[in-house]
């Protein structure tokens, strides 16, 4: 079972920055693979992040060069660094957990497809 919290959404103009916060809480000895997905009105639920048990990332290429994300596992807390944010990147942003699968001496995260447990969600918005 894992619980997250999100927090950082907010309203900003077209070329700022924001930095996403999830705090994640498991069962000891759990790990898992950790990840950022958005929903924007209207339109599916869309992966934007994500970060192995090891530290590899990965990144969607609508975010590549502009979105950092990473993790601090002494605070058990994911983060998500937006830079020159777009009025597209206006969303509701998920922190998400998934139990993954091993492979070379870590947990690797799914791809392509939905993350077992999600937080409730930060709104981000970018205006012009």
């Known amino acids: 079972q894992v619980q997250l919290v999100e927090s950082g959404g907010g309203s900003v103009q077209a070329g700022g920055s924001l930095r996403l916060s999830c705090v994640v809480s498991?069962?000891?000895?759990?790990?898992?693979?950790l990840g950022w997905f958005r929903q924007a009105p209207g339109q599916k639920r869309e992966s934007v992040a994500s970060?192995?048990?090891?530290?590899?990332?990965t990144y969607a290429d609508f975010v590549k060069g502009r979105f950092t994300i990473s993790k601090d596992n002494t605070k058990n807390t994911l983060y998500l660094q937006m830079d020159n944010l777009k009025d597209e990147d206006t969303a509701l942003y998920y922190c998400?957990?998934?139990?993954?699968?091993?492979?070379?001496?870590?947990?690797?995260?799914?791809?392509?497809?939905?993350?077992?447990?999600y937080g409730q969600g930060t709104q981000v918005t970018v205006s012009s």
């Open positions: 998400a957990a998934d139990s993954g699968y091993y492979r070379e001496h870590a947990v690797r995260c799914p791809r392509d497809k939905e993350f077992g447990y």
């Open positions: 498991t069962y000891s000895g759990s790990r898992y693979c």
């Open positions: 970060i192995d048990s090891d530290g590899r990332t």
